[in-house]
């Protein structure tokens, strides 16, 4: 009789230094607790993170495939083979929900292939919770990861999102570097058209979470100091009524 194989639980991590069950449901702690085989970014990472969740979970058991910018794509679909085994799997990001920007997307995909059930599992998420909270159109919006680095690229592809928002009526978001988050203000408001809505999501989910939407106009007159805090960024040409 063939074996029925495991699950694939994408399982959520905080975004900060905040007690885990503050921001995730139980539901969480149980399937920690009876998983032992994860994919994860970095393997101290996810132990330290296991330990705030299911502090009594025997750790000598866990056993850990590696998926980062070194791992070789031909790699990856042997990770999934406890799965095959019958075995449940967890699958981790460094922060937030695996999956979602984040190099966990091609471990689903295989296991999409191999025919292994994939269970996502709620958690915080920086970029639903900042859209969620930015009051920007969030039935219409992008995703847009890292912009260039380079200033005059970077300059080039914030007008052309502003377009885009312009055009289609879609919310653009993005991240940066926490170290240049004050850098990328800066070049926004001197970018970005006078009455183009800026949305800036800051710490989200933790004790020092900061959030506010306001006019690029607005945001000259009132500076933050954003300088190593993980953020994210929303702006929209307007608002779209309903």
């Given at each position: ?216 106009s607005q945001w000259k007159k009132n500076a933050v100091d954003l300088h190593k ?14």
């Amino acid at each position: 009789m063939p074996t029925q194989k495991g699950h694939l639980y994408l399982i959520p991590v905080t975004l900060g230094d905040v007690d885990p069950l503050e921001v995730m449901p139980i539901s969480i702690k149980r399937v920690i607790e009876s998983v032992d085989h994860y994919v994860v970014e970095n393997e101290k990472t996810a132990r330290r993170s296991i330990k705030m969740i299911a502090p009594d979970k025997q750790q000598s058991i866990l056993e850990f495939s590696l998926i980062n910018k070194y791992t070789e794509p031909s790699e990856i679909p042997a990770f999934l083979d406890p799965c095959l085994e019958g075995k449940p799997m967890g699958l981790m990001s460094e922060a937030g929900v695996p999956g979602i920007a984040d190099p966990g997307a091609d471990v689903v995909a295989i296991a999409h292939e191999k025919g292994i059930r994939v269970i996502p599992m709620v958690g915080p998420s920086s970029i639903l919770m900042a859209m969620m909270a930015s009051g920007l159109n969030g039935q219409n919006f992008a995703f847009n990861g890292y912009l260039p680095i380079d200033a005059k690229e970077r300059k080039h592809k914030i007008i052309e999102l502003e377009q885009r928002s312009r055009q289609e009526q879609q919310a653009q978001s993005f991240i940066e570097t926490p170290y240049r988050n004050n850098k990328m203000i800066e070049v926004l408001v001197s970018s970005l058209h006078p009455d183009t809505l800026l949305c800036i999501a800051c710490d989200i989910s933790l004790p020092t979470e900061f959030i506010k939407t306001q006019s690029i106009s607005q945001w000259k007159k009132n500076a933050v100091d954003l300088h190593k805090r993980p953020a994210m960024f929303v702006i929209q040409h307007k608002v779209v009524s309903f």
